[in-house]
């Protein structure tokens, strides 16, 4: 029987998460939710200069609002912990003895002066520079020692050795690879304060961490093949390689900052959910079936496979983004709506305390725009009006454009409006409001839109607003009244 499938996303906490290392993670959770395999999420935060506790927990953050629940991990645990590389120092260390032992690694006493000067003087040449020179390589293993004991300087490099072939693997994504030996260096694997270098600490970790496949962006393609090194020096199984092609943006070029927003935290405050972002993250580099665009989770989870995966560049169309928001907010339970767009309803006018208590109140406000909205944060555009109370703020346009439009008889239209919302033999529910509304088209020979549109401003402050009887009837009686009232007062009494 094949392995367990066991995969790994494994962010540098140098920054907050970005859509590419976001679409990583989805095919690393996703592989492993439809193999049936393990998720192990590391943070690789050996740089201590650029790695910082605040952007770890952004990225947990942004991990768990994603919904991408790690089996092992920060915060969970797991048999292979820990999870942090900065805690698995001895690890490491243990397998440069191991190396050691195996005649694999060798000290490498050159000055950072002495290989800068060796670089310039290959430059100056005109030719490119080979790398390192090996210079260390052969020094008397005796002498070494000494050197050590008398407190030398020193990194440990790989010992890549000389009769090794090209180094050729098979890629889940991108096929057949084959990298000349040659032209890899001994490369560093221990620095000389004792750090590991990022290559050492992945092949460790990876190794120790039983990971079967490496799904990562294409940025460590060029990193593969040393790694491979480090796997045979170390005796280690080659785990497969599934490398991902680069998200660019829609002017084809890669996909920065100068197209907007590059984090998920960005995109959650601006209005899209969760489930958009997975779906369409998904789709950059991969198919279910070529067509299909809407792919809930647990579709995504059971179909997920490597060999979908496309090796041609993915472009980031935010138009095709904010249209499938749009469907996902239409597909939403309205008491996910409400708490998904908690912040955006209270700029509109909401308290959290009322949130709490009246939830249900605050549901039914979801079908007002989930017709229309492509963000969550469109309400705290479209909402306020809910909250004015018995206050109307007009919109100087729609009084113009509106009220005050020759021959339309707003006033006309508006008094006798009021006059239906007044009587309480009506229900207080969107239907029969609006039918007495309605009925008045006929009594008063009078267009819908003009009979209904100056009531709009009145109730709304505006001549575009939500539905507008399925907002009254969320309001209250006295408030409405109360609106009209002053929209009366104010526009007409001086006439
Ligand atoms: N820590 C690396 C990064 O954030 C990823 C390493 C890997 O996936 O092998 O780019």
């Keep these: 029987m094949a392995q367990p499938v ?9 920054g907050k998460l970005h859509i590419g290392g976001a679409r990583t993670a989805i095919y690393n959770w996703a592989f492993a939710r ?9 943070i690789e935060d050996t740089d201590p200069e650029r790695s910082t506790e605040e952007n770890t927990q952004i990225i947990l953050r942004a991990m768990r609002w994603l919904g991408l629940d790690w089996d092992e991990g920060p915060e969970v645990g797991g048999a292979h912990g820990p999870y942090r590389q900065t805690e698995r120092m001895e690890t490491y260390a243990h397998a440069l003895e191991d190396l050691k032992a195996r005649g694999a690694a060798y000290p490498c006493f050159c000055t950072k002066e002495e290989l800068d000067a060796k670089r310039a003087a290959a430059e100056a040449c005109g030719g490119a520079y080979g790398g390192y020179d090996r210079a260390c390589r052969d020094i008397d293993p005796g002498e070494a020692r000494a050197r050590i004991e008398a407190g030398e300087p020193h990194v440990w490099r790989l010992k890549v050795p000389d009769d090794r072939g090209p180094i050729e693997f098979d890629d889940a994504v991108y096929g057949p690879m084959s990298f000349p030996a040659d032209v890899m260096d001994d490369m560093i694997l221990v620095r000389s304060d004792g750090t590991p270098t990022y290559n050492f600490a992945v092949v460790c970790d990876d190794a120790n961490m039983g990971i079967t496949h490496v799904i990562r962006g294409d940025d460590h393609l ?29 002017d084809g070029k890669k996909l920065s900052k100068r197209h907007g927003a590059t984090s998920v935290e960005e995109y959650r405050d601006q209005g899209y959910l969760p489930d958009t972002m997975v779906n369409f993250l998904a789709l950059l580099g991969w198919s279910l079936d070529g067509e299909t665009t809407i792919i809930p989770r647990d579709v995504l989870c059971s179909a997920f496979s490597l060999d979908r995966i496309t090796k041609k560049d993915a472009v980031f169309d935010e138009t095709k983004l904010s249209w499938m928001n749009g469907q996902y907010i239409q597909r939403m339970d309205p008491d996910a709506w409400v708490r998904l767009s908690r912040p955006w309803l209270i700029e509109a006018g909401a308290t959290e305390s009322d949130i709490d208590e009246r939830p249900e109140w605050y549901a039914r406000l979801y079908p007002l725009l989930a017709e229309r909205e492509t963000r969550l944060s469109e309400c705290a555009q479209k909402l306020p009006y809910l909250f ?80 507008l009887f399925e907002s009254i009837e969320l309001m209250d009686r006295a ?10 007062e104010r526009v007409f009494a001086s006439q």
């Design 388 to 467: 004015w109370g018995p206050h109307v703020d007009l919109d100087e346009t729609s009084i113009r454009k509106v009220l005050l439009k020759e021959g339309a008889r707003a006033e006309e239209a508006l008094r006798a409006c009021r006059a239906v919302l007044a009587d309480e033999t009506i229900p207080w529910a969107c239907d029969p409001l609006q039918n007495a509304c309605r009925a008045l088209v006929e009594t008063l020979d009078m267009k819908a839109k003009l009979l209904f549109q100056p009531l709009r401003v009145a109730v709304c402050g505006n001549m575009v607003s939500p539905p």
């Design 6 to 14: 066991r995969v790994r996303f494994a962010p540098s906490p140098t």
């Design 34 to 42: 439809a193999t049936g395999g393990a998720f192990v999420l590391r």
């Design 222 to 250: 060029s990193n593969t093949p040393r790694q491979i090194l480090i796997y045979e020096a170390l005796g280690y199984a080659v785990p497969t390689f599934a490398h991902l092609s680069m998200i660019l943006g829609a």
């Design 479 to 488: 408030d409405v009244l109360a609106r009209i009232d002053s929209t009366l």
